[in-house]
């Protein structure tokens, strides 16, 4: 097999490199990327399997530790995000937890943004500190917050931007700065902005992780995740980490994503200009609140969005009036609209996150947050923006019905 081009050389564009990038054909000269579904590989003689194992041979052993599927997944991941290198995993939170656990040991502390999605302040606020490692959680736009965190042993940083759900950004290249000089890693969680809107290495973070489940499928059919950094880190770290305790990414998964990329720029491009678009038909609506969507310019911080961001991205959220049962009540008008607690998907879908994704909260924390019982988060898929404009109003329409009348009688 050959690879198509010098690893981790960007010679094109990104939307080229998402279809051409890190292609390894085998000697049939496939068009479509190939899927190698196999656990093992062959060797000729049992020289040949003691060199691989030595790595004096650069093939491929174990599919635990590499495969050609996932590794031209890696390829193109790195191409796009413009990292050394990179390893896939089995989750979005495999990634995250592994990009944070081969580097951290006992004694050492973490720095996190308070705003996160569940699973990640799990990590970082129950699991880590029960194996010693101590974890500090921080207002992220606040940059005095972050410096005044950090102690001796701080080893690493930690940010989703804009976070999961109120699409709180924070200020990326400031805070890569402030643990630079604490000597710290910086690593983001950029599943809300995709590899297409935002990029984290180029702004001073040192690792960047995925949920490939989100926009990468961008389909709803496979859980993964990945981590890109520079090449030291990535061989010294992280793969010893992957290779030993085996998170490993499903070739049959790494294909998914792999195809999935070639339409990525595509879809979340209309995505995010449906988004935008419908945020404007909402924000005014008498049921809506207090509209959350880094692209309009009432965000708080519009002007970072639009520093940081090449877009608003294709999530809004937004409060109901009437709490929880005006999102319960809206959510249940929707017709086109689906309710489920994934995002990213090609449909449209909307998620309480109060009583889902960040019900282990508790109420004070979720309030902390802005996590209101009204809040509802909406990610926009590509169905014809103007069947979801008329969904979103319909429902608002009917979700404030019961309140209108209230005050008329
Ligand atoms: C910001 C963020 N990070 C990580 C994850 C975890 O991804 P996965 O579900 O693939 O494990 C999610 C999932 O919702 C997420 O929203």
Redesign the pocket.
């Known amino acids: 097999m050959t690879s198509s081009q010098d690893r981790r050389t960007r010679r094109y564009r990104p939307a080229t490199e998402a279809v051409h990038g890190g292609t390894l054909r085998s000697q049939y000269a496939e068009t479509s990327e190939a899927m190698f579904l196999t656990q093992g590989f062959v060797y000729p003689d049992g020289e040949a399997a003691e060199a691989r194992f030595k790595g004096e041979d650069p093939g491929f052993v174990y599919s635990r530790y590499a495969n050609p599927t996932v590794a031209m997944l890696e390829e193109r991941m790195c191409l796009l995000e413009g990292a050394e290198a990179s390893r896939a995993m089995a ?4 990634a ?1 937890t592994a990009s944070l656990l081969c580097d951290l040991k006992a004694g050492d502390h973490i720095v996190s943004s308070r705003a996160l ?1 569940g ?2 302040q799990y990590v970082i606020a129950e699991f880590l500190p029960r194996l010693g490692i101590a974890s500090t959680l921080v207002d992220g736009t606040d940059l005095d917050a972050w410096k005044a965190a950090v102690r001796p042993e701080t080893r690493a940083f930690f940010l ?1 931007s804009p976070s ?1 759900p109120t699409l709180e950004l924070i200020d990326i290249a400031a805070v890569a700065e402030i643990a630079r000089a604490a000597s710290a890693r910086l690593v983001v ?1 950029n ?2 902005s995709t590899p297409v809107f935002q990029h984290p290495l180029q702004l001073g973070a040192h690792t960047v992780v995925y ?4 926009h990468i499928d961008g389909q709803g059919r496979c ?3 990945i981590v890109l950094s520079d090449e030291a880190w990535v061989e010294e770290k992280l793969a010893p980490y992957l290779k030993h305790t085996g998170p490993s990414l499903s070739p049959f998964n790494a294909w998914v994503f792999l195809k999935a990329l070639e339409t990525l720029e595509l879809r979340v491009r209309r995505q995010a200009e449906t988004a935008a678009g419908l945020a404007e038909a909402i924000a005014g609506h008498p049921a809506v609140e207090r509209l959350y969507y880094p692209g309009h310019r009432s965000h708080p911080q519009y002007a970072l969005a639009r520093r940081q961001m090449t877009s608003g991205g294709t999530m809004i959220s937004f409060d109901v009036k009437g709490g929880k049962q005006g999102a319960f009540d809206f959510a249940r008008a929707l017709e086109v609209v689906k309710i489920s607690n ?2 990213g998907d090609a449909k449209s879908l909307v998620t309480h996150p109060a009583t889902t ?1 960040h019900q282990r909260l508790k109420e004070d924390e979720r309030a902390r947050l802005g996590i209101g019982e009204g809040l509802v988060r909406l990610s926009v898929g590509l169905e014809d923006p103007e069947d979801l404009a008329e969904d979103l109003l319909q429902a608002l329409d009917r979700s404030a019905l019961p309140k209108i009348r209230a005050l008329a009688g």
């Open positions: 989750s979005g939170m495999a995250v999605f699973s990640c989703e999961n969680d599943v809300f949920s490939a489940t989100k859980l993964g995740g994934n995002l994704t």
